[in-house]
């Protein structure tokens, strides 16, 4: 661990236990559930339960107590929804390309004269077609 981090985590933890008495002077109790992540006693104050070492808040989500980070199923699908557009966009720009050596290859096949080179041509046309079918499914 550098210095610099070493600081950064000390400077955490004062400020993590300043945040902790601060939600212990509003009212907020302690409860007998830990942080997961820093194994921190979390508070409930107002309702809302929070970490004050890593300042997330929880959401109890059964019976049994089990709690996980509140927005994170949020956080998760905006994940998700940027992801699949990054796939949709990459995958445009592979139909794109597929579809511009497509073009090239009816080119080349309009001027072709070998019988060889022609077979070979019209075979890439073949995948290079079922490749953008595919994408475009
Ligand atoms: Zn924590």
């Known amino acids: 661990m550098s210095d610099e981090k070493k600081q950064n985590s000390t400077k955490t933890s004062d400020e993590a236990i300043k945040r902790a008495a ?6 907020a ?3 007998n559930k830990v942080c997961p992540k820093c194994k ?4 409930k104050y107002k309702g809302r339960i929070i ?8 959401v109890i989500v059964d019976n049994k107590g ?9 956080v998760i699908k905006k994940e998700m929804a940027r992801k699949r557009k990054t796939e949709e966009i990459r995958y ?14 009816t ?3 309009e001027k072709s004269q070998e019988p060889k080179e022609i ?19």
Do not use: H
Not at 22 to 27: M, N, S, T, V, Y
Not at 51 to 58: K, L
Not at 123 to 129: D, E, F, L, N, P
């Open 92 to 105: 445009n720009e592979v139909t794109e390309t597929l579809e511009m050596k497509l073009q090239e290859l």
């Open 119 to 137: 077979e070979e041509i019209a075979r890439a046309i073949k995948s290079v077609g079922e490749a953008i079918k595919v994408l475009e499914q």
């Open 51 to 58: 970490c004050p070492t890593c300042e997330i808040e929880y």
């Open 29 to 31: 109790t302690m409860l």
């Open 40 to 43: 921190t006693p979390l508070y």
């Open 66 to 74: 089990e709690i996980r980070e509140k927005e994170k199923e949020n």
């Open 107 to 109: 080119e080349k096949l």
């Open 22 to 27: 601060e939600l212990l002077l509003k009212g």
